[in-house]
């Protein structure tokens, strides 16, 4: 009788019930989408987004198993602390597809198809071993308790596989930022060497002057005006110059400019200054206004 209750607990703790399997077969194709975007997605953020996605899959994996340990660690240490910190790094670095991808290193391509290879022949290995052997229920492995069953193994029978790990870890996080240094070879610049040196080469020595001012909108791709009335150059970027998406000033607003010099040399009592009032063209492709009609604007306000 005993027996036969011994075989029956075996059965229950080794057989996967209709939730478990539910379970896999929603999540198991959510989990290999995740690894698929995470080597297929050209922005390296969205790929780190997608290996996050597959942790936390697999941390419910391990929960579902009876591995709360791994479960809880899987989400606070390698989803919560490692990839978040990989992924804030790859956001302020701003690393995206546009980078090279040139080898460094000849071969590294091909010593990685190998590694990744071997990597799969030990899957399959493992999945195997699993299916035709038998293993030990989750009642025995967690008869003491998960956390102190899995700190037993770690430290007694693979310890020098744990500290190997751990080194190699440690090893990688040393050279990633042996990679990400920089030796500087030339001394930095002072303040005082970099005006002398914007002097002499004849460039702008003041900040530019800001895009739209004196007109009626400051948006980027409008110039600014001069007192004038005349669009200034340097208001606008040389990029969108040369695309052809700067936008002219309308001729009524340089009509409103040059009566407003003209009001305020009145109110102080100086002389009226000569205001130039080109043909403009209306913002966003409205109505024109040529010099005749801003001529008789600027007459009727004499």
């Known amino acids: 009788m005993s027996t036969v209750t011994t075989l029956g607990t075996l059965a229950a703790e080794t057989s996967t019930s209709t939730g478990e399997a539910v379970q896999f077969w929603l999540l198991a194709p959510l989990a290999v989408l995740g690894g698929l975007g995470t080597l297929l997605l050209r922005r390296a953020v969205h790929s780190a987004l997608c290996l996050a996605g597959t942790m936390v899959l697999l941390a419910l994996f391990y929960l579902a198993n009876g591995a709360y340990f791994l479960g809880v660690v899987q989400i606070v240490v390698y989803t919560g602390a490692v990839m978040m910190l990989f992924l804030f790094v790859l956001m302020l670095v701003g690393v995206s597809a546009a980078d090279s991808l040139k080898e460094t290193l000849s ?38 308790g998960n956390v102190q069953g899995l ?82 150059e340097l208001t606008v970027n040389a990029t969108l110059r040369g695309r052809g998406q700067v936008r002219e000033v ?53």
Request: aromatic share 4%; glycine share 12%; proline share 6%.
């Open 250 to 302: 309308h001729g009524q607003a340089l009509a409103d400019l040059a009566a407003l010099e003209q009001r305020t040399a009145a109110y102080q009592g100086r002389p009226t200054p000569p205001v130039s009032v080109p043909q403009g063209t209306a913002l966003g492709g409205g109505d024109t206004t040529d010099a005749a009609d801003a001529s008789e604007a600027e007459e009727a306000r004499k």
């Open 107 to 144: 071969g590294q391509r091909w010593l990685a198809a190998a590694c990744a290879l071997g990597l799969g022949l030990l899957l399959i290995a493992g999945i195997g071993q699993a299916s035709t052997g038998s293993f030990t229920g989750l009642g025995e492995a967690n008869a003491q």
């Open 151 to 232: 700190a037993s193994l770690l430290f007694t029978r693979y310890v020098v596989a744990f500290e190997v790990t751990g080194l190699l870890l440690t090893i990688a996080a040393l050279g990633a930022t042996l990679l990400t240094h920089r030796e500087r070879i030339e001394r930095n610049k002072t303040q005082r060497e970099q005006a002398e040196e914007r002097v002499r080469k004849g460039t702008q020595l003041p900040p530019l002057p800001a895009p739209g001012v004196y007109a009626r909108h400051n948006g980027v791709d409008i110039p600014g005006l001069l007192p004038d009335g005349t669009p200034s």
